[in-house]
C-alpha cells in the first residue's frame, strides 16, 4: 500500500505553528488522507479527531482506512443482538461500537472505508455515494454498480458492496462507507449471525443482505487500483492534487489528544455499556443425568449492567438460599462473562462443599453465561 | 475557530440592561462589603423552547436515542443534549441557550420533529449578564480593574460550575487560559490558575527552611543569610476545593472479593514466615528457560515453587484439606488443585493448575501460560476459577517481602511469596556471599492446622527450593 509521499516539510512547518485544527492545509478545497494503521479503535479515533478539531470549512476531507478483523455496531445497536460475541472473542476479532448511526458490518484487510468530512452544511451523502461509483465505473466500466435510495451501493442490482452511516455535529459532519473487496465472506456471515435468544429492544436493527466481493467480480482490481480510482475523483470534484497524505493515528504531536479517543472507545462502558436497555426472555434447558430441566430465566440490562434478574428453577433443586444468593449477585453487575464467572465462583466458594450441588451450580452458572 | 461569540439576541440584552441597573444600585448600597453579592435568578428566568434544527438531505422526523441531560440540569452553550438517529445517521445535537433544562418533550425512542420544540431551557438571567462583565464581583483588587473588565465584556466559554468556582476565588474568567473545546474554561484551569497564584506568595523551593548552624567565622555572613533564609510563613489563601466525593454501588469484581473475603473473616488465620535461598533455582532456571522457549512456553518461577509445593502436600496432606461448615469433618482432598492469585485490569482472581501432584514442571508452566492469556483476555472459565484447594500468591512480582495473605475459603492455607532481592549472607565456611534471597509468608487455618505442621511443611518446600536437585528424589 505504498502511495505518493507526503509533503513532509510544510506539513511540519504546518503543525509546529498552529497546533489545532487547519493545519494541514497545503492545498485549497480538499486533503486525501490514509491511516497507516489498521486498529479499527485507533482509526475510529482519527474520525472523531477530525469531527471534533478541524475546520473543514475551507477544506473538506477524505479519509481512507481498513481494519484488520473486527466487528463494528452502530451508535445505538444491541451488540447482542447483532453478532455472535462468543465467537467474536474465540476468534479474537475486536467489537468496536462507532458514533455514527446505522448497522452492523464486519470488517477485515479486504474491505475499505472512506470517510467523507465536511461541514453540516454541506453533508450530502449522494453525491459522495455517486463519486465512489464514477470512480468505480472509470476503471473497470463494464462494472453494474449504483446507488439505492437507501445509501448502499450494489453490485449487479443485487449484491450489497457497500453501507453507509452518518454523523453530525454541531458544525460538522461525517459520512462514511466500507467498500468489500476481498473480505472473508463466510467470517462475516457467521459472525454477523447472532445465536442469542429472547432479547427484546428498541437498539437499531440491523438490515441482512447478499453481499459479494468486488475481486469476485473482476481479480484483475487491487486495492491501490481502487483506492487512487476514488482519490482521483475525489481530487477532480473539489479541484485539487490527487494526492494522498499518510497519517499515522498514535501520532499524538499531529493528533493531539488522539490516544484518549482511542482509549475510551474501547472502554466496556462505551462498547457495551452504550447499548440501549433490553430485556431477555428465555428458557434454558439443561440435561442433568437423566432428565431435562427448563430454567426460565428474566433479565433487564440496561447500561450493559443487569438491572433485574428472575431465575425459575424446580423447588429444591438448589438449596433456596443460593439461587437467591446469585440473583442478588448478578444484580448490579455486567452483562459480561467475564464478571459473572468470577462471581460465580465465589459464590462457589462459600456454599456447603458437595460434588452434587457443585454440579448443579456449575450447569446452571454455565448455562447462564451462555446467554452473555 | 471562533472563540468569541457575541450574543445577538435582543430579548436578552433588554433582560440585561434591566439587572445592570439594579446591580449598580446595590453595588452602591453594599460597597462597603467584601462580599460577593449574587442572585439566584430562578423566578426571573425566561424559558425558551429549543427546537430541533434542521438536519439536512429534507429530513423531517428523527429517533431520539439518548438524552444527555435531565430536567433540572444546568447546561451551557454548546453542551450535548441529546443523540437522534434518522436513517442511519447519527446527530448530536447541542444546546444553544446558558440555562436550566425545565422540560424534555420526548423520551426515548419517540420520534421528534424537525422545527418542533426539543426541550424548555430556562435561560439564567444573571448569567446572560456574562459575569465577566462584573458588576457582581466585589474583588479585593481596584476599582480601576473593575471597570476594566466591564469595558472588555467578551463572553468566555465557561459552565455555570466554573464560573461559580472563579466567583468564589475572585477570578476573573478573562484571565484564565482555557485548554477545553474552542478555548471553554476548565475547572482544572482554575485550580492551575489558582496554584500559579498562590505560587507566586509563596517561595518556590523549601530548601531555604534549613538554617545552617552560626559559627564563630560566619558570624558576619549569618546575619544576612537570616535574611534571606528566614523561614518563610505559608500565607493562608483560602482555596476552595471543589473535589466531590464520589459514591457507586460494589458491584462485580469488587463484590466478588467482598464475599470471598468476608467469608475468610470466619477463619482463625495464623501466619509463619521465613527466608528462602534462591541462588541455586535462579541458576537452574537460567538453563531451563531457553529450553522451554524451544518448546514455546515462557518458564517463570513459579512452576518450581507450585510443583514443590505439592510435594510437599503430600507428606502434610492436612494442608490440602477443606473443614466443613459446622467444623465437624476435614476433607482431605485427593487433587491439588493449586491456584495461582492473579492482578488483571478488573481485578484479583484465582485460576488454579489442576492436578500438580501427576504434572511435571513443564505440565505446569503450560497450563500456568494458558491460564495467564486467558485471564488477561477475561476469557477464564468457570472450571478454571473453582476447585483450587492450596494457593500461592507472587506479590513479589508487584513488589514487597513480607505479607499476611487472607485464605481463600473452602482452603486452609496460602502462601505469598515476596520479591527475590540480592543480599548478603554468610555461607558454611564463614564468607559473605551474593544470595539469591526471597521471604514467604504462609497463612493457615488455625483450627485444623498448628504452628509446627506450617513450619514443617514451610520447612521441606524451602529445602525443595534451596536445593532443586533433591526434587528430583521425590519427583512423581
Redesign the interface.
Known sequence: MVLQSFKNCLWVSCVLRVPKACFWSTASGGLIIQSVSNDVYQNLAVEDWIHDHMDLEKQQVLFLWRNSPAVVIGRHQNPWQECNLRLLRQKNIKLARRRSGGGTVYHDLGNINLTFFTTRKKYERMENLKLVVKALKALRPQLDVHVTDRYDILLDRQYKISGTAAKLGRTSAYHHCTLLCNADKFVLSSVLKSPYEGLKSNATPSVPASVKNLFEEDPSLTYEMLLDAIAKEYAVQHQIDQHITLINPADETLLPGISNKAKELQTWEWVYGKTPKFSISTCLSMAYKDSVLDVKVNMDVKHGRIEVCNIDLPEQWLPPGLCSELVKSLTGSKFCPNETTTLVATLLRVCPQDDELHSRWSLLCENMIRLM | ?CIHRVRSCSSIRFIKSKYVCVFDKSALKFSHQQRLFRTSAVSCGQIVQFKLSD???GITEVTV??WYIKEGDSVSQ?DSIC?V????????I?SRYDGVIRKLHYS??DIAFVGKPLVDIEIDASKGVAPEEDVVETPPMSHEEHTHQEIKGHKTLATPAVRRLAMENNIKLSEVVGTG?DNRILKEDILNYLAKQTGAILPPSPKAEIVPPLRKTEAVPAAPKDKAHKIPVPVSRPIAFSGKDKTE?V???Q???V??MS?ALKIPHFGYSDEIDLTQLVQLREELKPLAEIRGVRLSFMPFFIKAASLGLLQYPILNA?L??NCQNV?YKASHNIGVAMDTE??L?VPNVKNVQVCSVFDIAVELNRLQSLGS???????D??GGTFTLSNIGTIGGTYAKPVI???EVAIGALGKIQVLPRFNGKGEVFKAQIMNVSWSADHRIIDGATMAQFSNLWKSYLENPASMLLDLK
Open positions: 475557530v438536519i439536512g438531505e436515542k439518548e454548546f443523540e438517529q434518522s436513517d442511519k445517521a447519527s446527530v448530536t447541542t426515548i425512542d473545546k454501588p458491584t462485580g469484581f463484590k466478588a472479593m464475599k470471598t467469608a477443606s466443613d461448615e476433607t478488573q481485578g482472581i483476555a477475561g476469557q477464564l472459565g468457570t472450571s476459577l473453582t481463600l475459603p473452602p
